[in-house]
Every structure is written in C-alpha cells, then in structure tokens.
C-alpha cells in the first residue's frame, strides 16, 4: 500500500536531491553544466529549491521507510508549480506519480507549471495538456509576481 507524506527527514532530503540531480543530468533542457560541476551546482540548487518558503516535498513510500518516488512544488503560488517529479524506474506505470500530484493538490490535467523536462516528461506530456513548460518558475522566486497575480 502506497501512502505519501511530506519529506522531513534528512534521508528523504538526501534521497530527493540525489535523484533530482542523477535523473536530470543528461535532460536536453538541463542546460550547458559540466558534468565535472555537475553535483556541486546541483546539490546546492535543488536544495535551496526545497527550502523556499511555499515549496512542499512529498514522498511516496511504503512503511516503515521504503521509498518509491517523490515530488516538490508550490501550490502557494496564482498557478500551482510543480518542480520536478520522481519515480523509481520499476515501480513507473504504477500510478505513484499520480498519487503524488494528488498528494500535493495539483490535478495533471489542469493548469500548472513545471519547471524541468525529461524525456519522459516529453513522453508523457499528453497526461499534462494544459501544463506549461516555465524553467524560471524555479528560477526566479517572483516569476509570478508580474505574469499571474492580477
């Protein structure tokens, strides 16, 4: 049985990041890091990420502490923004990533944003029609401020 809660520990911290970076390394819209650089920028970036005021991190796990995936984002915002989303590559298909959006009050079918593409993002992009691809969402913390408040 699947449930999700949010990510406090520093194990699911550790494993948020290390999975956000490794799965995103070699996504075209990753940008021009050296892969030397790679984990220094990274790390550092993700985790400053997950520290904002707004952004909330779930895990799905099964207890005591297995965990299958996870996601980060921000429903605090005019329109929610979803920074990335993760699955272990075996249990993919499984409906974890949709319990996830669930989890964190984001409908796959309305409209968001997200912040980083994969391949399988591209893949899956008819499960997020009305999603837009916005990178500076996560960029910039005020990138709503002048596009979506009224």
Same mark, same amino acid.
């Given at each position: 049985?699947?449930?999700?809660?949010?990510?406090? $520990?520093?194990? @699911?911290? @550790?494993f948020v990041v290390a =999975?956000?970076? $490794?799965s995103y390394k070699n996504a075209h819209a990753a940008g !021009?890091?050296?892969?030397?650089?790679?984990?220094? !920028?990274?790390? =550092?970036?993700? =985790?400053?990420i997950l520290a904002r005021p707004g952004t909330r991190t779930l895990v799905a796990y099964e207890p005591p502490d297995f965990l299958y995936g996870w996601i980060a984002g921000d429903t605090t915002c /005019? &329109? /929610? *923004?979803?920074?990335y989303v993760y699955c272990k590559a075996p249990f993919r298909r499984a409906g !974890?990533?949709?319990? &996830?959006f669930r989890a964190l009050g984001v409908d796959p079918g309305s409209t968001f944003?997200?912040?980083?593409?994969? $391949? !399988? *993002?591209?893949?899956?992009r008819h499960k997020i029609r009305n999603a837009k691809f916005a990178p500076a969402a996560a960029r910039y913390t005020n990138y709503q401020q002048e596009r979506y408040e009224p």
């Open positions: 049985m699947t449930l999700y809660r949010d990510a406090n $520990s520093a194990s @699911d911290r @550790d =999975t956000w970076a $490794s !021009i890091l050296a892969s030397e650089d790679w984990p220094a !920028i990274m790390h =550092t970036t993700l =985790t400053n /005019p &329109l /929610p *923004v979803v920074y !974890i990533a949709g319990g &996830l944003l997200y912040a980083c593409s994969t $391949s !399988i *993002v591209t893949r899956l």
